[in-house]
């Protein structure tokens, strides 16, 4: 089961596959029964892939309570599998066997539509015997081809809704009932006065057309989840695995942590883990946008899904399952397609009232018709308009118009290495002005090494000493420079092993301290210092180095210099963002001349240079700047970024891992590369574009469609819409939608070629 445990919550996260679904409408009885049950926290439905994403509370209900929910709204669901996931369907899925389903109840409604037209003109038969052919050929294709609209209609109907199942129903099943009137009985009309024109032709291409519109757009619909779906095709199915010497073909879910895995060139690395014997390229471009193989060799970390090159690898399984990054990636992508934007909005309360409405429409366009209308034809015209405003509304293009757009977008930055974690998230980057980057590991790559050790005046204690007691605390740390610092003393001292450490206390964005073989050890920053107390002499070093200051017993006994090198994408990077207009900041909690040095390095203005800033003081100019009403992104890769990062209208989290659920940005940056935020930034731009278009088509089509077909240029112009050219507007209405979103899957960034 897709769920998701939030213990500080007390609530769950579960993603039913919804059945039934047909327009916006539908949408919103299902979400609105949902957030109606008891236990139920949160329910967004999304249209596009058929699923709700529910949080709810365990203790007061289930997922099989949810399902009857569902049901009882008058749709169906089921608990989600591996089998039934929307990611790892393929083209012999259920998915694929209704489409081709479809696809042959519209070919048949068409050709049915076809030979009623061309009948009269082929076959001369009398009047009567022509009607009840096309009488048997309109039930055959409404029982045969059409049937799951009228039941969807009846469905709805027993539980007191509506949708756009009800609009083709009602609509055609008046043009029949009029039809069979004519058809059984022609000499009661003649004394009606009501016109001898039937519907069946014009049923039958409202049938047709309505089906080929809905088989197009079950393959668009397809090709929006392609990039998405993608990902689920990395996992290989089994895994060679090394046991007692032998070599088994195991699937993914009997491997174990600390299983040897053989990957042999050319087959995919099937779990994550790290490189126990063998050198080889790997290739992660699908994981993370990077288009050259990474070289791999022992102790070096592989991701599961990557496509290994060249070598043969023994890897030892460190991470499997759903804890997996290919499977936190699934997850996160399934969590934000599945998610709304605001933008959505609109258009949900629009979808809300659309079928009610609309049918007040049809009513008083059959009642103004018939009261005003010359006689004879009154009826005619009443019930042509009636039917031709039920069958020209369109709600499914007003549910999918931002659903769609963003799904797309969401695949097409998983291509570009940037994994987006939240449906919203897109909307509010593009809206971003201002970019706040930490220095270590963000704007340079994050591998400092230490360059000199300086000991203090007078001090007892050697270099290997102070190597030795910082490296006892600092190999307790994951900060970069505390390892490097412990790398430098692992080369130097030629060991692994460091001295025991008790009352260890971290000083977060400061440094660390503890008691070391009887000695209290400090090792941080200027800052760190000035807030214990510890007098620090004056020294000389480059402007682009950073200061690590080991105390001995309260007293400093040396400095360490720790380099890091600017990323070569840097001033590139920074350089795209101006010319997108975003305002570029250095936030660091390193000294100021370091900070000044890779920011002049990067081509950020001396002005924007904030050092010296701890979390807290990040946290708080981040707050500032959206204070005075700036749109802020923040892009960092440590824990101290955290806080800024969850605080900035748009967070870049930096580098992938097992532990990058736990980043609080709203993007990961898989390569951890700052160069794809200008990519971010222009495919958000871009995506908010088609969503606005794609709302501004849906809106003016009902609005310009509906009083056409309700026949308001008729007694001016004597423009009239016919049922059939109604039925064929309202197909492409939706097909339009999802083309127009479709064009994100070719979307590449200005000054880059098309992945």
Same mark, same amino acid.
């Given at each position: ?25 539908? =949408? ?59 990611? =790892? ?38 009047? /009567? ?14 029982? $045969? ?108 879910? =009997? ?150 757009? $963003? ?26 002005? @201002? ?8 704007? @340079? ?45 692992? /080369? =130097? ?65 040396? /400095?360490?210099?720790? %380099?890091? /090198? ?113 990519? %971010? ?16 088509? %849906? ?38 939608? $999802? ?17």
């Amino acid at each position: 089961m897709t769920a998701i445990a939030h213990p500080e919550h007390a609530a769950e996260t579960i993603i039913l596959p919804v059945i039934g679904m047909s327009c916006a409408s539908c =949408q919103a009885h299902v979400e609105q029964a949902l957030r109606e049950s008891p236990g139920v926290q949160q329910a967004s439905v999304n249209l596009l892939a058929n699923s709700a994403r529910v949080v709810f509370n365990p203790d007061q209900t289930s997922p099989e309570s949810l399902i009857t929910a569902i049901r009882e709204s008058g749709y169906d669901a089921t608990l989600p599998t591996p089998a039934t996931s929307q990611w =790892q369907q393929d083209e012999s899925s259920k998915d694929s066997q209704e489409s081709t389903a479809l696809q042959w109840r519209a070919f048949f409604s068409l050709a049915a539509a076809a030979f009623a037209m061309a009948a009269p003109m082929l076959m001369p038969l009398p009047l /009567t015997l022509l009607h009840w052919s096309l009488l048997a050929l309109t039930l055959l294709v409404m029982f $045969l081809c059409a049937g799951p609209i009228y039941r969807g209609a009846w469905q709805a109907a027993l539980h007191r809704t509506s949708n756009m199942n009800t609009l083709i129903s009602i609509g055609t099943t008046a043009a029949l009932l009029y039809s069979l009137l004519v058809t059984v009985a022609p000499s009661l009309c003649r004394s009606l006065g009501l016109p001898g024109d039937e519907y069946y032709e014009s049923i039958l291409f409202i049938l047709a057309f309505l089906l080929t519109g809905k088989w197009l757009e079950s393959r668009a619909r397809r090709r929006t989840l392609d990039a998405l779906r993608s990902f689920a095709a990395l996992q290989p199915g089994a895994a060679a695995v090394l046991r007692d010497g032998v070599t088994l073909t195991l699937p993914l879910d =009997q491997v174990r942590t600390d299983d040897i895995c053989l990957v042999r060139p050319g087959e995919r690395v099937p779990v994550d883990g790290i490189v126990f014997r063998g050198e080889s390229s790997i290739d992660e471009s699908l994981l993370t946008g990077e288009p050259l193989p990474v070289a791999k060799a022992t102790g070096d970390r592989v991701t599961g899904g990557s496509i290994n090159c060249d070598g043969s690898l023994e890897i030892r399984a460190t991470t499997i399952g759903a804890s997996s990054v290919l499977a936190q990636m699934l997850r996160m992508m399934q969590d934000a397609q599945s998610g709304k934007a605001p933008m959505q909005q609109l258009a949900d309360r629009v979808s809300s009232i659309f079928v009610p409405v609309v049918l007040v429409i049809a009513l008083v366009t059959f009642a103004v018709w018939w009261l005003l209308a010359p006689n004879g034809a009154g009826i005619a015209l009443a019930l042509a308009n009636a039917i031709t405003v039920l069958v020209i509304a369109c709600p499914c293009a007003m549910g999918l118009a931002v659903p769609a757009a $963003l799904t797309v977008a969401i695949g097409r930055a998983a291509q570009l290495g940037i994994l987006v974690k939240g449906a919203d998230s897109l909307e509010r980057l593009a809206a971003v002005t @201002t970019i706040a980057l930490d220095k270590t590991g963000t704007l @340079t790559l994050g591998h400092p090494q230490i360059t000199a050790v300086q000991l203090a005046n007078g001090t007892s204690f050697s270099e290997s000493d102070c190597l030795r007691l910082a490296a006892a605390l600092e190999s307790r740390s994951l900060h970069p420079v505390a390892r490097a610092l412990t790398n430098y003393a692992v /080369t =130097q001292l030629h060991t692994e092993t460091f001295p025991a450490v008790d009352a260890l206390l971290t000083h977060p964005g400061k440094g660390i301290s503890g008691n070391v073989e009887g000695h209290a050890i400090v090792i941080g920053n200027a800052s760190l210092y000035s807030q214990l107390g510890i007098a620090l002499p004056e020294t000389s070093s480059p402007a682009s180095a950073t200061q690590l200051h080991l105390a001995v017993d309260g007293i400093h006994a040396c /400095t360490f210099l720790a %380099a890091d /090198t600017l990323r070569p994408s840097a001033p590139t990077t920074i350089a795209s963002l101006h010319s997108l207009g975003i305002a570029t900041v250095l936030l660091t909690g390193d000294s100021p001349a370091t900070a000044n040095s890779i920011a002049a390095q990067a081509g950020i203005a001396a002005e924007n240079v904030h050092a010296s800033h701890l979390p807290v003081a990040k946290t708080e100019f981040i707050r500032n700047l959206q204070q005075s009403g700036t749109r802020v992104a923040m892009a960092g890769d440590g824990i101290n970024d955290a806080a800024a990062l969850a605080l900035a209208d748009a967070g870049f989290a930096m580098g992938a891992g097992a532990d990058m659920a736990r980043d609080a940005g709203n993007f990961i940056v898989l390569a951890g590369d700052i160069a794809a935020i200008p990519r %971010a930034i222009q495919l958000a731009r871009h995506t908010l574009r088609i969503c606005r278009q794609n709302i501004g088509w %849906a809106l003016a089509y009902n609005v310009i469609g509906i009083p056409i077909a309700a026949g308001l240029l008729y007694p001016a112009f004597g423009i009239r819409l016919s049922p059939v050219i109604a039925s064929a507007a309202m197909a492409f209405s939706s097909i339009s939608v $999802l083309l127009n979103s479709l064009r994100l899957r070719h979307f590449a960034p200005a000054g880059s070629r098309s992945l």
